[in-house]
């Protein structure tokens, strides 16, 4: 299924938000949710109605609505989330197609590597982190699950951009806000579209300092039985302690047969 | 924060829903998001109305909005979450005081004990799972984290339920559905507070067979740094494998000494 919906005639791509209180009724409930996890933590009415853009008359509706459905808490000052907030996140995952089993893969890879390895998708222009195993040297970590960053800064969204079909990656190369983030990152759609090129052709992601000056990784995708990139897998280490050709032999064949082994556990193998 | 909140008088418990356009807006926003998770996948537009409890006209409506919003995709015929709407979830998950530094400290107890472990949270009369580190002998596993279990037939609940306040526990005593799942499962409420209290007095719960036949499993609280029971941790095995002497020998150390890594490591201490 593309990330779009372009040729999509039954649903309306764009209700008429005036006259639909649905649409901006809903809209403004998710935000509030959205608003209630930024930062995470509890919040006054004040600060949820700032953080969602909304009058405090609105928040405070939309707040009291999703306490009543047990979304949400509150001790008559603060408000937070409940443990039923979690499920609406879970049933995004549960429903990818190597959620249940790549864990066990993903997790071997970074016991074998002894690197922090990781699992993401591609949304539009992010990738989407859905599953995070920090090196067994960090003590403490935010495993980030649901987090995002701009695809063509990091190994696992040069990976799946790679792979796009012609048209969309000329979409996107067309649309995407490319910034310099360190002296390093490529910002020129040129040579980021050359740099694709290159990652298509090698079948490997290779950054070195371009999001963070202190991070390199490789990642490679993973493929459903159809031969589409529903995902990328990556390792990433300290920049400066391993070069791109050690990293490719080091890293890139334990890549490889960890993506082979969570496309094997897909339905319609 | 308590579970419900009862004291709050700013917020209206519950807004006049028939008048309100907002409340069944969002309700039903959110019984859709719900919807498509069960069972996880994509579904048509009559599946999701059916699994979501609404019309067809409506259901449509609340599709398209989500399909706006980003929060689903479709293809004309089917729909599905996408990634934002994990970022729904991790809001709760981020927000707990332990959720960024306890993965490694459960993880560490699951590669200790051999055997599965697992955090959770109590939610009115359920645990929901925060974490699930399932035992290495398991290959394919479904971590099942934002899943719901009866808190009174799994080790993890009664470890919860024995921490509560007293009138707390009453309340739930007094409304709580206890079935027999299991020929041993505690389903008299007189038997179930006995157990609570032993529970409570020798700090930690140990359940056999009361859930599935084939499990048994010991847990204890996770206290913050003022004294609350936030969560619980357990280890879980194949019933019959060990006796609770044994375990308690074997289990309870390494699980008080767990629950006192996750405490010390939150804010206020």
Redesign the interface.
Known sequence: ?????R?????????KKES????R??????SV??A???P???HTLSETAKSAGLTRATT????????????C????R?F?????????????????PFW??S??IVESLRDELSESCALA?L??DDI?Y?QRW?S?R??????G????LPAYVVSLGRALLAALPPDQLKDYLARADLKKLTPRTIDDPKKLRATLTQIAEQGYAWIDGELDPAICGMAVPVRNPQGQAIAAISVNTISGSITETAARRKFLRPLQRAAQDIRM?MPGN
């Open positions: 299924m593309a990330p779009s919906s040729s999509d005639k039954r649903i309306p791509a764009s209700p639909d209180g649905f649409v009724a809903i809209a403004r409930g998710f949710v959205e209630l996890g930024q995470p933590g509890r405070r509706r939309m707040l009291a609505t999703l306490v009543v459905m047990k979304y808490e509150t001790d008559g603060y937070q989330l409940r443990p039923r907030a979690l499920g609406l996140g879970m049933s995004y995952l549960n429903a990818l249940t089993t864990h066990r998708v949304d539009e989407v859905v920090p067994r960090i003590l403490s970590t935010n495993l699950v649901g987090s995002r556990q």
